[in-house]
């Protein structure tokens, strides 16, 4: 919350924008590798006196944080900015649209693939590839989405 407004001011939107995708995309590369390739990491994490798995835990523990901490201080107020060279009817239509279907359907989104690589594969070890393959591909579209908001944004502040 406190490096929110720097983020902003120093940045600006874009950059505050892509910090939730990029806490999120690091910390699900390391939490997957860990998991994925836990024999390569075994002698590391001997050395520091815990298992791949334990380390796992830790960094699954950390996005969780992370992540929160940058949803609720930049991916949240990014959110609410893009509103605002909008019309009274567009912001309220594109709220509506977001609160009532876009929250909801990514939630329930992300369970629902879960679930189908869980009965696909056998079990939530066997998908770990998997899942980790889809979160990559969800951060790359994540992306590209918010570099378009940016240049769109960008270009509706200038006309204002």
Do not use: H
């Amino acid at each position: 919350m406190l490096l929110g407004r720097t983020i902003f001011e120093k940045f600006g939107w874009r950059t505050a924008a892509l910090v939730t995708p990029t806490t999120i995309g690091v910390t699900g590369l390391i939490f997957f590798a860990l998991t994925i390739f836990s024999s390569f990491f075994a002698p590391i994490a001997a050395t520091l006196g815990t298992s791949p798995l334990m380390l796992a835990v830790l960094v699954g523990a950390a996005q969780n944080i992370l992540s929160k901490s940058s949803k609720y201080s930049l991916f949240d107020p990014c959110k609410e900015m893009a509103y605002i060279p909008l019309d009274q009817e567009s912001k309220t239509k594109g709220k509506a649209a977001v609160d009532v279907i876009g929250n909801p359907l990514g939630k329930s989104g992300g369970s629902l693939i879960q679930q189908i690589m869980i009965f696909a594969v056998g079990s939530l070890a066997a998908a770990t590839p998997y899942l980790a393959g889809i979160l990559g591909v969800l951060i790359y579209f994540w992306y590209k989405a918010a570099n378009s908001l940016g240049d769109q944004f960008e270009e509706a502040m200038e006309m204002e």
